[in-house]
């Protein structure tokens, strides 16, 4: 009964590679996002859909390619991996697009490259 | 454009002392703020959040905050610790239709 559940939970990968993580909610909510935080705890969101369309998308390289199949699904996709890339990605939910609302965080991948 | 300032990056307490994690916010216009706190491996959870009316908001496991809008601040407290309230507690910022920033996180260490 997760409510927002991110596969896998750790990825070890070599550089250059290509990977992707998914994340569902089944928390009914309409908009999902995914944030990096680093080595340093620091959180950063990176992007936001609200009803499959994208409504926040911050300056990430194009490497990043986020895709919404409907509003209970955002997968993120990550072509040629770097070094830098390595961090714990989360995914979140919450109602509606206005950030007044709680977001509900799955537990994190842990993205390692070699 | 919104921020928020964690000045302690860590702090210990000693089991059943108080605690008052502290922080700050910059915006121009009215704010949303929020407190998650992130245990080991695993994802934020919502710990309180303020949003309009009473300045003094009540969270769970025994938090409470207090927006103070003249000093900019919303400190989190609690009045006695437990061993469990060891965490990364994370001070959280929306100005209405902008996105969540967070800050840079505290580290609570609650010593026996």
């Known amino acids: 009964d997760t409510a927002v559940s991110q596969t896998p939970k750790y990825l070890v990968t070599q550089m250059g590679n290509d990977k992707s993580i998914k994340c569902e909610q089944n928390?009914?909510?309409?908009?999902m996002y995914w944030y990096k935080q680093d080595s340093k705890k620091f959180l950063k969101i990176m992007f936001s859909?609200?009803?499959?369309?994208?409504?926040i998308n911050e300056t990430v390289p194009n490497r990043f390619s986020p895709k919404s199949p409907d509003k209970a699904h955002l997968n993120l996709h990550i072509n040629s991996l770097e070094l830098g890339d390595s961090a714990v990605y989360f995914c979140?939910?919450?109602?509606?697009?206005?950030?007044?609302?709680?977001?509900?965080f799955g537990d994190g991948t842990r993205l390692s490259i070699l | 454009a919104q921020s928020v300032t964690q000045l302690d990056s860590q702090v210990p307490v000693f089991e059943e002392a108080p605690v008052e994690l502290r922080c700050n916010y910059s915006?121009?216009?009215?704010?949303?703020l929020f407190w998650y706190v992130q245990y080991p491996n695993q994802g934020l959870q919502l710990l309180l959040k303020?949003?309009?009316?009473?300045?003094l908001v009540k969270g769970i496991n025994g938090f409470e905050a207090e927006f103070n809008k003249s000093q900019t601040s919303f400190h989190l407290r609690k009045p006695s610790v437990h061993i469990s309230d060891t965490a990364e507690y994370f001070c959280?910022?929306?100005?209405?239709?902008?996105?969540?920033?967070f800050g840079t996180g505290t580290r609570l260490t609650i010593i026996p």
């Open positions: 915006s121009s216009v009215s704010v949303y």
């Open positions: 959280a910022v929306s100005e209405g239709n902008e996105k969540l920033t």
């Open positions: 979140a939910s919450s109602h509606g697009d206005t950030s007044n609302q709680p977001q509900h």
């Open positions: 928390l009914g909510h309409d908009t």
């Open positions: 859909y609200n009803n499959k369309e994208l409504i």
């Open positions: 303020y949003l309009s009316g009473s300045t």
